[in-house]
């Protein structure tokens, strides 16, 4: 409520320069982190789309004419040109394991952009919370030094330096919690998209290799 956000407000004030630039610093990275989460589940969702439509085509064995977008249609245009590029000395295994890699090279350039952002996930996950457990004993030594400027160790002086402290610990966790488990989980989405990807470019490729006269692919030669 209201007095939290107070509390929380005053304890800002409160902390010294490298406090504050602590916390700053740890804001900066949850929003930047919280708006890189949203752009990405934005992205993923159409990858899961495109995945699907990709798995449609090949399994109802549909022509690769005509424009696919995104990610299925940078595999499919590589599968494609893969196909155009045919040797006649080359085995039907050979020419298969060519147009996978060449499908595969495309996916996995685009998976490297799915992925683009999440380091910085990993990276807020990873640092928050020796921030903000610097932020603490940065803290408890200003604290120390007042007990002994003082010459006072009641409880009434030393607990709000030791909670102004301990509230550095705190923000570095609540910054962290969430960016791990958002990294875990949309790095999972990732590799199943890919995974959903690669199950399905293996069976094209078979049947690119197998199709060499096809129409539909003659008139995408042409």
Not at 54 to 61: A, D, I, K, Y
Request: proline residues 2%.
């Amino acid at each position: 409520g209201g007095g939290t956000v107070s509390r929380v407000r005053g304890r800002f004030r409160g902390a010294d320069r490298m406090g504050k630039g602590g916390r700053i610093l740890l804001g900066s990275a949850s929003c930047a982190g919280g708006t890189g989460v949203f752009e990405k589940m934005i992205r993923l969702s159409a990858a899961r789309r495109q995945a699907k439509a990709f798995e449609t085509l090949v399994r109802s064995g549909g022509s690769l004419d005509g424009e696919h977008k995104g990610i299925a249609g940078h595999v499919v245009k590589a599968a494609i040109d893969a196909w155009r590029d045919q040797d006649p000395s080359e085995t039907r295994a050979e020419r298969r394991e060519r147009i996978e890699r060449a499908m595969r090279g495309a996916l996995s350039l685009e998976m490297k952009r799915l992925r683009t952002g999440l380091s910085l996930l990993a990276t807020s996950g990873s640092t928050a919370p020796f921030v903000g457990l610097f932020g603490t004993v940065w803290g408890i030594m200003n604290s120390f030094s007042s007990i002994a400027k003082s010459q006072d160790t009641s409880l009434a002086v030393v607990a709000p330096g030791i909670a102004e402290a301990l509230f550095a610990t705190a923000i570095g966790l609540v910054v962290a919690i969430p960016a791990v488990m958002a990294f875990n989980k949309l790095s999972s989405d990732v590799s199943g998209v890919q995974s959903r990807f690669s199950a399905y470019i293996a069976l094209l490729g078979n049947r690119l290799a197998r199709d060499r006269a096809s129409t539909a692919h003659r008139a995408a030669a042409e």
